[in-house]
Structure formats: structure tokens, C-alpha cells
């Protein structure tokens, strides 16, 4: 076995769940990887499996009682802590998911979670319908937007009788997302990438609006791909068809206008801007405070332009925005026809340094699909026609051209 986690910490926290069977395995695997496992167990979880059994496949005493304080010169759950290069809870109930997101430290594995600052994932467990509760939801969102990384929950049959989503991540599942985070290739460490997605809504009332038909699907493909490898990503997003990706920071922003503001204020620490976002051009000149009554068989809007995002970048940096050291900007061009024309005249009037463009009306791209097409264009023109793939698989091949045309290979991020 590939001794891929040689010099690597792993905590594994293990919770009151059925599926900390589980863990023993996650366990074995993480050892045969190389890894120095330090099991931390709750009350709970030592009623389903015995700490002998994790202390004799770890090859070190099981944590768990925040008082068993077995070395003198040691407070125990500060030293595992520190020690930590990652944390992993697995199985996490909702009970310790409530914890984290709220601060509470009442056992040594909660107590250790609030003292290491090192990576956390989490790998969720537990019934359908705890899972799809608002509050587990609200917590594991609070979760996300602190970094934590998650293992997503399997779907099948249930201990608890029911079919559904809820059931631990198999343990190889598990252990690939932590080699990802410990020995993957992360090309964008040390980087501060800026993503927009979503399509903007401008309000004519209360409860009517324009927008588009953005799903923000492939924003947060972009920004799931500069998390994983490595970039620290800011995702400001506007109407999305579902949320926004875990381990990201998220800035909220409906309209254009708001949209504007969260991204001019965040460029001068950003490195790479990529604007995949649907922004409305035209806004209603009048927004009415109540709700519009009907009137007339026919009614009239009047509309005014919003500003133009991508423009604003490439103006701020040609006024020397960041003393000349403005990030690398990507823009986004969906088209219905001459796409290759339309976005080089994109490119050119927008300053931008990539466009990357699409034809909409193909099968298997633009807006609400899992897959794209897109062709990557620079100053040069045509660099590269992508063929129909998943987005995510797009954003990868995306973040390559990024890195190569930026000269990221090899070189150090702005201090």
C-alpha cells in the first residue's frame, strides 16, 4: 500500500450514529495510507462500537473524557489539536453538527474542534429526515461558510428502516476526499480567486421581476474547482437554482447594482476574477414599494442600464487598480450567434484576459444543465473549443488555462 499520508496527523472524531461501525474501517485504511490516527470518541459513539477496537487499529489510546488527563505535562485535547494536520468527524451526527456550528465544548471532541485550527471535514449521518431539517441545514450552512469541507451523505437504505439520503460516505469515499486535501495537487494554494454566479433579479415590486434564466451551475463548478485546489474563493452569488457549494465563502447580492458592489469592494485582494454571472443590463427605472395593481390591457416599462460588472473591472484596472498588480480576469459570453466574433469583441472592449463563450441554443450547454460546451478565447484569439462535458470538468480545464496564461505554474502568490 502507497504510503500516500506518510508524516500526516489525521483526528478522527467519532460520533453516536450507527454508522460508526464504519469508522473502524475508515480507520484501518487511513493507517495502511501512512497516517498517524488519533481516535477521539463520544459517550455515544462507544455504545455502538468499543474504543479497544479503534486503540488496537490506531495504535494509540482512544479519547474520551475531556478529564482522563493521562500525561501531566499535557492538556490533552489542546494536544491533539495541535497536532492535527486535518480533522475528520465521521460519522457526524446532527447533535455534533449542532455543536460546531454553535461553539459548544462539552466533551473532548467538541472542546477539541474549537482549539485546532487545522482543516476540518465532516462526513454527515443520520435519518432523511434529520438531514433535510432546517436547522441541521442551517447549521451545516453555518458550517460551510467557516471552511469546513464536507463528505457528502450516501443515499440508500437506512438503519433506521427508511430509503433515502442520510447514510455515511463509504470509508474509501472518505479517506479519496482526504488524500485530496493532504497530498492532492493544489495548484491554486495561496491564491484569493473571486467568483460571481447566478442571474441577477431587478425588482418592479415586492413580488415581480426580470431575470434570466441562469442556474449559477457553472459558477459554483468554478468555484468548487479553485477550493479543491487549494485557492481560497469567494463566491458572490445572485438567484441560484440550488446552493452554493460548501467551503467557499458566500456574498449574497440579488441585483446588479448589489452585485457591483460586493465584487468592486473585494477585487484589490483578489488574484483572479472570474464573472460567470448572468447581470441584468436594464433595471426598471421606478421600483414600487407595494405591490403593482393591475390597470390598463396594456402597460409600459421603462428601463435604464445597469453597470456593466466586467467593464468596471477592466476600467479599475487600467486606472491602476492594486498598483498595477489588478487580478486576472475571466469574463463569461453566452451567445445564441457568432460566438466567436461576439466574444473577441467582448474580450477587447472589456479588458478582460480571458472570455469564455458559449452557444446556448446547443444541446447540452448554456443555462439549467450539468454539461457545457465552451471555447476558451484570449487576446489571440480561438485557444481552445472545449467538447460537451460536465461543467465541473469545464471549470478544471478553465482553471489550467488561468494558471498558464496568469504564470502561476511555479510562481509564489502576491504577498
Not at 280 to 302: F, I
Request: aromatic letters at 4%.
Amino acid at each position: 500500500m502507497s504510503k500516500t499520508l506518510a508524516g500526516r496527523t489525521i483526528v478522527l472524531g467519532i460520533t453516536g450514529g450507527i454508522a460508526a461501525y464504519k469508522a473502524a474501517t475508515l480507520c484501518s485504511r487511513l493507517v495502511s495510507y501512512g497516517a498517524d490516527v488519533r481516535v477521539i470518541m463520544t459517550e455515544g459513539a462507544t455504545k455502538f462500537i468499543a474504543p479497544l477496537t479503534l486503540q488496537t487499529l490506531s495504535r494509540h489510546p482512544v479519547a474520551t473524557d475531556t478529564f482522563d488527563e493521562r500525561d501531566a505535562a499535557k492538556v490533552q485535547h489542546i494536544d491533539l489539536a495541535d497536532a492535527a494536520d486535518l480533522v475528520v468527524v465521521a460519522p457526524a451526527t446532527a447533535n455534533i453538527i449542532a455543536k460546531m456550528a454553535h461553539g459548544l465544548a462539552d466533551d473532548m471532541l467538541s472542546t477539541t474542534l474549537l482549539a485546532t485550527t487545522a482543516p476540518v471535514l465532516v462526513a454527515p449521518a443520520m435519518n432523511v429526515h434529520m438531514l433535510a431539517h432546517p436547522a441541521v441545514q442551517a447549521n451545516l450552512g453555518i458550517l460551510a461558510d467557516r471552511g469546513v469541507r464536507f463528505v457528502e451523505s450516501g443515499t440508500g437504505q437506512l438503519a433506521c428502516g427508511y430509503v433515502g439520503k442520510g447514510r455515511l460516505a463509504e470509508p474509501d469515499e472518505i479517506v479519496a476526499a482526504i488524500v485530496g486535501l493532504l497530498a492532492g495537487d493544489r495548484p491554486l494554494a495561496g491564491r484569493k480567486v473571486l467568483v460571481t454566479a447566478g442571474g441577477t433579479v431587478e425588482r418592479l415590486d415586492p413580488v415581480r421581476y426580470i431575470t434570466n434564466d441562469s442556474s449559477g451551475k457553472m459558477g459554483f463548478a468554478l468555484a468548487e474547482a479553485a477550493r479543491d485546489q487549494g485557492a481560497d474563493v469567494t463566491l458572490v452569488c445572485a438567484r441560484t437554482d440550488a446552493p452554493p457549494p460548501p467551503g467557499v465563502r458566500v456574498v449574497k447580492a440579488e441585483s446588479a447594482q448589489e452585485m457591483l458592489d460586493a465584487v468592486m469592494q473585494r477585487l484589490p485582494e483578489a488574484d483572479a476574477v472570474v464573472k460567470a454571472a448572468a447581470v441584468a443590463d436594464y433595471r426598471p427605472v421606478v421600483r414600487h414599494a407595494e405591490k403593482m395593481k393591475k390597470g390598463p390591457d396594456k402597460l409600459t416599462l421603462e428601463l435604464e442600464r445597469t453597470t456593466d460588472i466586467l467593464q468596471a473591472i477592466g476600467e479599475w484596472r487600467r486606472e491602476g487598480g492594486a498598483a498595477g498588480r489588478g487580478p486576472f480576469v475571466v469574463g463569461f459570453a453566452a451567445e445564441t450567434n457568432d460566438v466567436e466574433r461576439n466574444a473577441l469583441d467582448k474580450l477587447r472592449r472589456k479588458g478582460c484576459d480571458l472570455i469564455v463563450a458559449n452557444d446556448v441554443t446547443r444541446e447540452g450547454a448554456g443555462f439549467g444543465t450539468d454539461t457545457n460546451v465552451v471555447s476558451v478565447f484570449g487576446a489571440e484569439g480561438l485557444l481552445e473549443s472545449m467538447p460537451l462535458q460536465s461543467k465541473r470538468a469545464a471549470a478544471e480545464r478553465i482553471w489550467q488555462w488561468v494558471r498558464e496564461r496568469a504564470g502561476w505554474n511555479g510562481e509564489a502568490p502576491r504577498s
